[in-house]
């Protein structure tokens, strides 16, 4: 079975008393689904129709514009319907197929994980950025790594590196693991169950990636549909002002980061001033903040600052008596 063949088996065949579909075009089919969807306030109406039959066909999107007048069986577009209602009654398309593409690969999602989106792909960029040997084998940590789409991206970028991914849900673990297999980089990740970086003891990395819940609880009323109806809650929200997860991360993160390490956070709209004065209060310097494709304020990056990085070198000398 494809992944994302669930969400078509959740559609029932055709029963008794159902109304039997008549033949259509692919073109037909698509028109008449873009209708329903933009009637039902969908702005991407067509493009989300194409890339539903495009799902059941197992073909891509694309692909259709040169079938335009191919034929197709009444049960197929059974299949096609039930879906497009799905998305009527604003499911997200990637819900209904199961996966979504981050950084131009495929992943598996379900109930547990956050849908990846592509403002995140600006947190991948600045990591990045800011590494200056791509081939140097690093040590990643990805906390709360759901769908395990960042630290994929990065293990992709940097072919030698190896990484962690914790998650507070066994699910969520199992889908990452599920997705860095699909992806071909199983063999260079490994998952733990536990509440941020508290799993960790004796250990350090070059690289600490995070997408927090930073959504404040009283702005749920204001998410779409598509967000708040689908995506796990706990992924989504961050206490009363969004940054209760930073709290808890930031003062537990220098003894994870290695002296030349570099981490990078996902932040909410007007964010970027809190979280700066957080991470420099626990001990991270060169903060600087990247814009998504929207122009908003996405995420921020830091380094350890050289005399946290001294004082806890000098920590490491006395326990050893030197």
Same mark, same amino acid.
């Given at each position: 079975m494809r992944d994302g063949d669930a969400?078509? !088996?959740?559609?029932?065949?055709?029963?008794?008393?159902?109304?039997?579909?008549?033949?259509?075009?692919?073109?037909?089919?698509?028109?008449? !689904?873009?209708q329903i969807l933009r009637n039902a306030g969908i702005q991407t109406a067509r493009l989300d129709a194409r890339c539903l039959l495009g799902h059941i066909l197992d073909t891509q999107p694309g692909s259709l514009a040169g079938r335009c007048d191919e034929v197709l069986p009444p049960e197929t577009l059974h299949w096609f319907s039930r879906l497009v209602?799905?998305?009527?009654?604003?499911?997200?398309?990637?819900?209904? *197929?199961? #996966?979504?593409?981050?950084w131009?690969?495929?992943? &598996?999602?379900?109930?547990?994980?956050?849908?990846?989106?592509?403002?995140? #792909?600006?947190l991948v960029e600045v990591l990045l950025s800011g590494i200056k040997d791509r081939?140097?084998? +690093?040590?990643?940590?990805?906390?709360? &790594?759901?769908?395990?789409?960042?630290?994929?991206?990065?293990?992709?970028?940097?072919?030698?590196? &190896?990484?962690?991914?914790?998650? *507070?849900?066994?699910?969520?673990?199992?889908?990452?693991?599920?997705? +860095?297999?699909?992806?071909?980089l199983g063999r260079r990740a490994q998952f733990l169950c536990g509440d941020w970086a508290q799993a960790l003891r004796g250990k350090s990395f070059d690289v600490v990636i995070a997408n927090p819940?930073?959504?404040?609880?009283?702005?749920?009323?204001? +998410?779409?549909? @598509?967000?708040?109806?689908?995506?796990?809650?706990?992924?989504?929200?961050?206490?009363s002002d969004g940054l209760a997860a930073y709290r808890t991360i930031l003062p537990?993160?220098?003894?994870?980061?290695?002296? @030349?390490?570099? *981490?990078?956070? @996902?932040i909410g709209t007007g964010q970027r001033s809190d979280v700066t004065s957080m991470l420099e209060s626990a001990g991270f310097t060169n903060v600087e903040c990247k814009h998504d494709l929207a122009g908003i304020e996405r995420c921020l990056s830091a380094l350890p600052s050289p005399q946290e990085c001294q004082d806890k070198k000098g920590l490491g000398m006395a326990a050893l008596g030197r």
């Open positions: 969400a078509i !088996a959740m559609a029932p065949a055709l029963g008794a008393g159902d109304a039997i579909p008549q033949a259509q075009s692919i073109d037909s089919a698509i028109s008449g !689904a873009a209602a799905r998305r009527a009654a604003r499911a997200p398309v990637s819900r209904i *197929i199961g #996966e979504r593409e981050f131009s690969m495929p992943f &598996t999602i379900s109930r547990s994980v956050l849908d990846p989106r592509p403002d995140s #792909e600006a081939m140097a084998p +690093l040590q990643l940590l990805d906390l709360g &790594t759901g769908s395990g789409c960042l630290l994929a991206a990065l293990l992709c970028e940097l072919p030698e590196s &190896t990484g962690i991914g914790i998650d *507070i849900m066994p699910d969520a673990l199992f889908v990452a693991r599920r997705n +860095l297999i699909r992806n071909g819940p930073y959504i404040p609880d009283s702005d749920a009323g204001g +998410l779409a549909s @598509e967000v708040i109806d689908h995506d796990p809650k706990i992924a989504l929200f961050g206490g537990d993160l220098h003894r994870l980061v290695r002296s @030349e390490g570099i *981490i990078a956070f @996902e």
